[in-house]
């Protein structure tokens, strides 16, 4: 059985992005793996450095997942910080990355170019993930597009560590889907929360509808032939649209007749019908945190005691076995 691993950050909303990059295709993948889900509450911090927002969005980020049909019973899903072996990996790991192999990291140098001041702790970003992976020993680890340099870099760093002490990890492969690989956002960019771009997906009615509207069309006049292939909404349609739905908006793209506002009441009409029921659990499950807490706690020492082989193993490699 294949070991699957990802995880995601309990930072801001999670918008369809995040849901189409990674949540539905470890859904997807639940029923037939050794699924591992977790929340990166570490990671998290290179960007949130508030006590209550780590902890409140911590939880809801367990909860939008257990909202979307994870089950605990059928997975390992817990949160990175109550494993705190992935940090003394993460130092293993530490000693052969070289700096140039993080200085190339796109992901670290788009923030330092945003002005995000540059901390230690968002240059090792990677190393960390890389031991949230490793640690586990997955076959695969479904992401979107923007991680793909991080799980190279994961597999460089395995390499690196299994040539200077010997075999330990198995490099991982990225699993990373031709359509859902970059979902565009409000304005054809990368849907991101830093780009103010998103459509959350538990946002309430009203909220949705609004970000639906926002969203940038050019100004053809309705009667005339448009190109969907350059169409961010005719994208965003593609990923919630019955297929015979979407060739007959194909049709009216090519052949006109596409009216933006019209088809953007249907995109909403969509996505809600889509998320509601998940929005409803998501209220419920919230209501009784402490159910949640459990979850997770029972989540992470299973976690402990598969991770706890792996390090114990990385431990005697490098000689810590004195
Ligand atoms: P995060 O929280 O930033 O993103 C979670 C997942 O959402 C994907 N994603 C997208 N996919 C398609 N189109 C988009 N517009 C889009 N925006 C976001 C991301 O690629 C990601 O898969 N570093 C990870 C968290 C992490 C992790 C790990 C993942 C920490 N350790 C180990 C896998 C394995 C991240 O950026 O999460």
Redesign the pocket.
């Given at each position: 059985m294949q070991r699957i691993?990802?995880?995601?950050?309990?930072?801001g909303q999670l918008?369809i992005?995040?849901y189409?990059?990674?949540?539905e295709p470890m859904l997807r993948h639940m029923a037939s793996s050794e699924l591992y889900v977790?929340i990166?509450n570490l990671?998290?911090m290179t960007s949130v450095q508030d006590k209550e927002r780590l902890a409140q969005g911590t939880l809801e980020a367990a909860a939008n997942f257990l909202a979307l049909g994870l089950d605990p019973e059928r997975c390992i899903f817990w949160v990175?910080s109550d494993v705190p072996e992935v940090c003394e990996l993460a130092w293993l790991l530490s000693v052969v990355t070289p700096m140039g192999l993080l200085e190339r990291c796109h992901?670290y140098k788009d923030k330092v170019a945003k002005k995000i001041p540059a901390s230690h702790g968002l240059f090792a970003?990677p190393v960390?993930?890389a031991a949230?992976?490793l640690l586990y020993q997955p076959h695969l680890?479904?992401?979107?597009?923007?991680?793909k340099q991080?799980?190279e870099v994961?597999r460089d760093i395995a390499g690196s560590f299994n040539s200077t002490f010997g075999e330990t990890f198995m490099l991982p492969d990225g699993e990373i889907n031709a359509s859902?690989?970059?979902?565009?956002?409000l304005d054809g960019q990368?849907?991101?929360?830093s780009y103010d771009n998103t459509i959350p997906i538990f946002a309430d009615e009203k909220t949705l509808r609004k970000r639906v509207m926002l969203i940038q069309t050019d100004a053809t006049p309705v009667a005339e032939p448009k190109n969907p292939d350059t169409c961010n909404l005719y994208a965003l349609l593609k990923l919630f649209a019955a297929p015979e739905r979407l060739q007959e908006i194909h049709d009216l793209y090519m052949h006109g007749g596409a009216a933006y506002g019209y088809l953007k009441q249907e995109l909403f009409e969509l996505i809600n019908a889509r998320f509601a029921p998940a929005r409803e659990r998501k209220k419920e499950l919230l209501a009784n945190p402490e159910h949640i807490r459990d979850l997770l706690r029972q989540g992470a020492e299973k976690a402990r005691e598969k991770g706890a082989r792996t390090l114990a193993l990385a431990r005697e490699r490098v000689g810590q076995g004195y």
């Open positions: 691993l990802s995880g995601i950050q309990p930072s918008h992005g995040n189409f990059g990674m949540m977790f990166a990671h998290a990175q992901s970003y960390l993930m949230d992976i680890v479904p992401v979107g597009r923007d991680q991080h799980i994961a859902t690989a970059i979902v565009p956002g990368k849907m991101s929360k």
